[in-house]
């Protein structure tokens, strides 16, 4: 029987969040946003059936559904697959299949998660149909299609370390999204980074559309908020790239600082007693994606990590095991 698995990884935004959102980019002088593909992966099997039955899996919704053809599928209102529904509208494939997809990120975790798992998707199905995608095309579709679902402008930095991974520079301008995918240093983030899930789904596209608005009506402190961002960003760059690790505390506790001034939804209770219990140990809390709850990236810069997880033993706070995950074919420095 002909299978297909695909997998991607997700990530950790470290600067320039909200800046890949279309038009805002185009007034903030060609912003870089910068994340890092991290080994939480999500994760896509397709199976092609001897007839035109469709069946979907998904392990994350505990739900499964079994229809009789495409039509059926793409006429039923089941929320647990209207991603998948938005690809088969793309696709309109011919031949039955089975998919199940699974991802290893909290629902709602803040880490790309369904951007991610729509790349997977694009990977099994360009696979499968024997129809190869150009990168930058891949980006574009799959913010096509997430729009369809969210009803709402997206950005496109989420949709780069799944098919990139390292670490990721994303410039935005005019041309649209440039991206440099560098080898990640091991060193810099050894016994550093560390990644917290507040146990609070996030909303990205509510908080994101809000700041758009807010852009376009003219909101003076969107705006200072926003520009204050990507300044922040082009030092994150300039950071990460000459290793200035001593650095990064102050970027990352500005970052914080321009964030929540921007929209309150961005941050939360959960966020805000994450931040205290950081700082009570010499670390630096930094918001994952649109904030609002989702994960936490717990910065250590003197290596406290094991101090910092003790203090979170305390709490309902759930630390996430993972690390930064290098492309294979740009590896480790």
Partial sequence: ?????????????????????????????????????????????????????????????NARKVYPNLKACLEDKEPAFELVRAHLRYWNPQKGFSLSTRSESPVGGGLGGSSSLCITLLKAFSAWLETPIAHDEMVRIASHLEAQVLLKPTGTQDYFPPIHGGLCFIQYGVPGPRV?????NTDMFRDRFLLVYTGRSHHSGINNWQVIKNWLDGDENTRRAMTRLAEISEEMK?????????????IFANEYEARTQLSEGFSSPEIRKLNEIAKSQGAIAKICGAGGGGCVLIWCPDRQIEKVKAALAKTEFQVLPTQPWANPAIGLT
Avoid at 46 to 60: F, K, V
Avoid at 180 to 184: P, Y
Wanted: proline fraction near 6%.
């Fill in 1 to 61: 029987m002909f299978e297909i698995e695909t997998k991607s990884p997700t990530r950790v935004d470290l600067a320039g969040g909200t800046l890949d959102c279309w038009p805002l980019y185009l007034f903030l002088n060609d912003p870089v946003t910068i994340n890092v593909a991290i080994d939480i992966f999500t994760h896509a099997k397709l199976n092609e059936r001897p007839d035109a039955s469709i069946e979907l899996h998904s392990a994350d919704l």
């Fill in 180 to 184: 440099e995918s560098h080898a990640i």
């Fill in 238 to 250: 300039d950071a990460l790239v000459n290793n200035h690790v001593d650095r990064l505390p102050q």
